[in-house]
């Protein structure tokens, strides 16, 4: 079974930067691609960004497409989320997600979640 652990959220400054790190566990199954969601209060889960293990192939969201990027190590089994120039908007429970599909921004292609973790930007 696959566990999937966030890190890093914390609350700062509109304009700051945050990593979050998603570490993954288990090897009785190995999904072909990982992916970063958040939901704020009120609102539904929605696609952050997405990557797959082989080949690294990425694909964003509109509203953060040049400001986030996604990443991930092969060898720690990790998977990273840069967030550059971070606006109030921005904040929410953010979850890694692991699928069988390579690239997925569907909520329900997602086999795996991780528990969340917050992130809050002031203003």
């Known amino acids: 079974q696959v566990q999937l652990v966030e890190s890093g959220g914390g609350l700062v400054q509109a304009g700051d930067s945050l990593r979050l790190s998603c570490a993954t566990s288990g090897r009785t199954f190995v999904g072909a691609g990982m992916g970063w969601f958040r939901q704020a209060p009120g609102k539904e889960r929605q696609f952050i960004a997405t990557?797959?293990?082989?080949?690294?192939?990425?694909s964003y969201a509109d509203s953060v497409k040049g400001r986030f990027t996604i990443a991930r190590d092969t060898a720690k089994n990790t998977v990273y989320l840069q967030m550059n120039s971070l606006k109030p908007e921005d904040t929410a429970v953010y979850y890694c997600?692991?699928?069988?599909?390579?690239?997925?921004?569907?909520?329900?292609?997602?086999?795996?979640w991780g528990q969340g973790t917050q992130v809050t930007v002031s203003s």
């Open positions: 997600a692991a699928s069988y599909r390579p690239l997925f921004s569907n909520t329900r292609d997602a086999a795996f």
């Open positions: 990557i797959s293990w082989v080949g690294g192939t990425t």
